[in-house]
């Protein structure tokens, strides 16, 4: 398992109306990304990394939430916003540059319980130390 030491979130839970069509979506989204080899799943519920997607119980409400992932560039962002719709997502702003900073490219899709997703690429960044940071026991 790959676990990265020192941030600020430990994990993300997930609650889905419809753990099918939600599997669908991540999927696709998650391949496009060039993430999927790392996905860890089950029945009824789907992990990668600090992330975790289940559905919800009888009369349980979804999660809504915005969630970002980091994107390798600015085609992996294209790709991400083109295979999420495909794939059952709702268009929240087509890939394009933003103003929030110089260099800041992203997209955003809901998935299908309305969770605002993200992918972007920063280009401010010009290089990572380390990819991830593996700890053992």
């Given at each position: 398992m790959l676990y990265h030491q020192g941030?600020?979130?430990?994990?993300?839970?997930?609650?889905?109306?419809?753990?099918?069509?939600?599997?669908?979506?991540?999927?696709a989204i998650f391949q496009a990304l060039g993430i999927d080899d790392r996905m860890q799943g089950g029945?009824?519920?789907?992990?990668?990394d600090e992330l975790f997607?289940?559905?919800?119980?009888?009369?349980?409400?979804?999660?809504?939430?915005?969630l970002c992932f980091q994107a390798a560039d600015r085609d992996a962002v294209q790709r991400f916003h083109t295979t999420g719709l495909a794939?059952?997502?709702?268009?929240?702003g087509a890939p394009g540059l933003r103003n929030y900073h110089p260099g800041y490219y992203a997209a955003y899709?809901?998935?299908?319980?309305?969770n605002n997703i993200e992918a972007k690429v920063d280009e401010r960044v010009r290089q990572r130390s380390a990819p991830a940071i593996r700890l053992t026991d």
């Amino acid at each position: 398992m790959l676990y990265h030491q020192g941030r600020l979130i430990d994990h993300i839970h997930l609650r889905v109306t419809d753990f099918g069509r939600a599997c669908d979506f991540y999927l696709a989204i998650f391949q496009a990304l060039g993430i999927d080899d790392r996905m860890q799943g089950g029945r009824d519920w789907l992990e990668l990394d600090e992330l975790f997607i289940d559905g919800c119980a009888p009369g349980q409400a979804p999660s809504l939430v915005h969630l970002c992932f980091q994107a390798a560039d600015r085609d992996a962002v294209q790709r991400f916003h083109t295979t999420g719709l495909a794939a059952g997502g709702r268009d929240n702003g087509a890939p394009g540059l933003r103003n929030y900073h110089p260099g800041y490219y992203a997209a955003y899709l809901l998935d299908p319980d309305g969770n605002n997703i993200e992918a972007k690429v920063d280009e401010r960044v010009r290089q990572r130390s380390a990819p991830a940071i593996r700890l053992t026991d």
